[in-house]
């Protein structure tokens, strides 16, 4: 029988849908749960999906999905950025201070995103197009220092 779940219960069923399901939308989540007999609103999982802090990754092909924010704190930051330059970079260069990190189509963002969350004095900040980063460093100094990490994270 269709019922109502805690808010508890429901953001749990929110959590397990989103890690065994591609969900690229908030109206398929919807859809999801409805299936499962979980009676909700779109407006309640958009407030679930801000309250459990998912976020929306590249699948390629300029496609998304959302899923658990891995970003509870700065080591997880690093670990899933080593994770995805392993999975995703393809080339990292280097002029003066400003290096261009190439990736498979579709993943950039997500790259960048990671990267931006390092809140690293040595980055100024970076750009992101489809398959293209640029990274802007602080000094020429750190910015070659920057390509020897990124590369060692590029090659595990």
Same mark, same amino acid.
């Given at each position: 029988?269709?019922?109502?779940?805690?808010?508890?219960?429901?953001?749990?069923?929110?959590?397990?849908?989103?890690?065994?399901?591609? @969900?690229?939308?908030?109206?398929?989540?919807?859809?999801?749960?409805?299936?499962?007999?979980?009676?909700?609103?779109? +407006?309640? @999982?958009?407030?679930?999906?801000?309250?459990?802090?998912?976020?929306?990754?590249?699948?390629?092909?300029?496609?998304?999905?959302?899923?658990?924010?891995?970003?509870?704190?700065?080591?997880? @930051?690093?670990?899933?950025?080593?994770?995805?330059?392993?999975?995703?970079?393809?080339?990292?260069? =280097?002029?003066?201070?400003?290096?261009?990190? =190439?990736?498979?189509?579709?993943? +950039?963002?997500?790259?960048?995103?990671?990267?931006?969350?390092?809140?690293?004095?040595?980055?100024?900040?970076?750009?992101?197009?489809?398959?293209?980063?640029?990274?802007?460093? =602080?000094?020429?100094?750190?910015?070659?220092?920057?390509?020897?990490?990124?590369?060692?994270?590029?090659?595990?």
């Amino acid at each position: 029988m269709p019922g109502k779940l805690s808010k508890q219960q429901r953001q749990k069923r929110i959590q397990d849908i989103i890690a065994r399901e591609s @969900v690229s939308t908030q109206g398929e989540l919807v859809e999801f749960l409805r299936r499962e007999e979980v009676l909700v609103t779109q +407006a309640t @999982v958009s407030r679930d999906i801000n309250e459990l802090r998912l976020v929306r990754v590249p699948i390629g092909k300029g496609r998304h999905r959302y899923a658990l924010s891995q970003s509870g704190g700065h080591g997880d @930051v690093e670990g899933e950025l080593a994770r995805l330059f392993q999975n995703f970079v393809q080339d990292v260069d =280097r002029g003066e201070n400003v290096l261009v990190v =190439r990736t498979a189509e579709g993943h +950039a963002s997500g790259v960048a995103l990671l990267m931006d969350r390092l809140r690293r004095d040595d980055i100024v900040g970076t750009i992101a197009g489809e398959d293209t980063i640029f990274v802007v460093a =602080r000094t020429t100094d750190e910015g070659e220092a920057l390509m020897e990490e990124l590369h060692a994270l590029m090659l595990g």
